[in-house]
């Protein structure tokens, strides 16, 4: 079964406009990761961040994770077209060791 | 760099029908790993290899079979395809020492008919 799951499912925004977007997980976990998938392609990893780690920078992603309500969220500023894609959480429970579990993803939409 | 390469990149199948996806990666990482996408399903672990001889069932390994070859390369096998493995299959690699994520392929686009 899925341990994240992406809230909401799909987001349509307009250039330059921030979108924000949220995973909640089951158990609790080293480390929590995000991925960008471009229609067609391959996983892109985007951002890890640790389980003692409250907040984490990278360019124009911004992501957030309180361990306490098992949740963490995604914000990308000053979207682009460019940033139109799926937007997955990922969870290394503390449990499974050596195995990443997805969620169900967040479509992104920006308008141009 | 390559990176991580699956062969093929598309594939049709007959149900009945066998066949292996290959992938292959250049990063000189110890895990490997086959999921599948299915639509608002997200990546599911059918199969993966923590390091060179060792593998091990994901969440969906029924029907599939796996054979880590060498370092390099991960294989999976559908030995007799059904149309509940019509998916989108990809490969990754990982090198759990740096705290990195995983590194994926592009992809095989797989439907059994």
């Known amino acids: 079964s899925q341990q994240g799951e992406e809230d909401p499912q799909a987001l349509s925004i307009q250039e330059g406009e921030n979108a924000t977007m949220n995973c909640s997980y089951k158990?609790?976990?080293?480390?929590l990761q995000w991925y960008r998938q471009n229609s067609g392609r391959g996983l892109v990893h985007l951002i890890l961040?640790?389980?003692?780690?409250r907040e984490k920078h990278s360019g124009r992603l911004r992501v957030t994770l309180d361990t306490s309500k098992k949740s963490s969220s995604l914000l990308i500023t000053a979207s682009r077209a460019a940033d139109t894609a799926s937007y997955f959480c990922?969870?290394?429970?503390?449990?499974?060791?050596?195995?990443?579990?997805f969620g169900a993803g967040t479509i992104l939409r920006v308008k141009s | 760099n390559a990176g991580v390469t699956q062969t093929p990149k598309f594939q049709v199948l007959k149900t009945g029908q066998s066949m292996t996806l290959q992938c292959a990666q250049d990063?000189?990482?110890?895990?490997m790993y086959w999921y599948r996408q299915d639509p608002g399903m997200g990546l599911r672990l059918i199969y993966y290899?923590?390091?060179?001889?060792?593998?091990d069932k994901g969440e969906v390994p029924n029907g599939y079979n796996v054979s880590r070859l060498n370092k390099r390369e991960f294989s999976l096998r559908l030995e007799s395809a059904a149309p509940s493995q019509t998916s989108v299959y990809f490969c990754?690699?990982?090198?759990?020492?740096?705290?990195?994520?995983?590194?994926f392929g592009s992809g095989t686009r797989l439907t059994v008919v």
């Open positions: 990063m000189n990482h110890n895990s």
């Open positions: 158990t609790s976990i080293n480390n």
């Open positions: 290899s923590a390091s060179e001889g060792t593998t």
């Open positions: 990754a690699t990982h090198q759990r020492q740096g705290g990195s994520g995983y590194t």
């Open positions: 961040i640790r389980s003692n780690e």
């Open positions: 990922a969870t290394f429970p503390s449990e499974y060791g050596n195995k990443l579990v």
